[in-house]
């Protein structure tokens, strides 16, 4: 593995599903490693690529299962995609594709919600994809409209099995359009770099934790963070080796990081 034995870390980014909690309820050692980092002042974000819910959301679901995460401390997809946007277009106008998380998100960043000549096209998650709003957004692209996705996987997960998510459908307009989006969330470091900013957090001292090497440790070395894979979520020990890039360390779960903060 990466040797950066020589760093100090200050502050914190962890992927929420998969590392804190696992179908609603909370990994052992979750809330005692949030707890630390609250106890020690550390500077700290849970990530998550769903673009769902709101940060005011997930902290409740969070505290439903015994994790105690200021809304503060929560970066969406959402909400970096709002970020990115503002930086770019101040001001601007989308048409948004999504629920609750992204179109509060763009509202509050300044964005106005319009299908009528758009700065850009948004597609984030949600749980009832309309073909009526995909026809929409391809004519709008079609029309000039920059295509814009919170995240890239293609498929999400549910108690029925895995659902079309906002890469599968990114893909169905793409193929109408000819034109690819472009991503904000995991794997890109773009969502890191505006969670470092965030928290007034810098590189060098920062560590990312995660469950997912092709997202969060790819992105995490991307974005020149130490990295810690934690194997409670999809990535097994075995697997490691099949991908060419490695995380600065590996350990069983999150309640192996309680110690360092």
């Not at 870390?9 to 609603?24: A, K, N, Q, R």
């Not at 097994?236 to 890039?245: D, I, S």
């Amino acid at each position: 593995m990466p040797h950066d034995a020589e760093r100090t870390i200050s502050s914190w980014l962890t992927d929420m599903d998969g590392v804190l909690v696992h179908e609603g309820r909370a990994i052992p050692g979750a809330a005692d490693f949030i707890r630390a980092l609250r106890d020690a002042g550390r500077p700290f974000l849970v990530l998550t690529n769903n673009s769902i819910f709101t940060a005011r959301d997930l902290r409740a679901r969070l505290a439903a299962s015994g994790i105690d995460v200021p809304e503060e401390s929560i970066w969406t997809s959402a909400l970096a995609t709002a970020q990115f946007l503002q930086d770019q277009v101040p001001g601007g106008s989308a048409y948004a594709i999504g629920e609750a998380g992204l179109t509060t998100a763009l509202y509050e960043s300044g964005y106005t919600l319009t299908e009528t000549d758009p700065d850009y096209v948004v597609l984030g998650e949600t749980r009832t994809y309309s073909f009526e709003a995909i026809t929409k957004a391809v004519r709008l692209i079609l029309g000039g409209a920059r295509f814009i996705c919170t995240n890239p996987d293609a498929t999400g997960p549910s108690a029925e099995g895995p659902l079309p998510a906002t890469g599968a459908v990114a893909a169905m307009i793409t193929r109408a359009t000819e034109r690819e989006p472009y991503f904000i969330g995991k794997p890109n470091p773009m969502m890191f770099r505006s969670a470092l900013n965030r928290i007034d957090a810098h590189s060098e001292t920062t560590a990312m934790v995660g469950d997912r090497m092709d997202t969060d440790i790819v992105a995490g070395i991307e974005a020149g963070l130490s990295t810690y894979l934690v194997l409670t979520g999809s990535t097994a020990q075995h697997q490691v080796e099949h991908f060419p890039f490695r995380p600065s360390h590996v350990v069983d779960s999150i309640a192996d990081l309680v110690p360092l903060v």
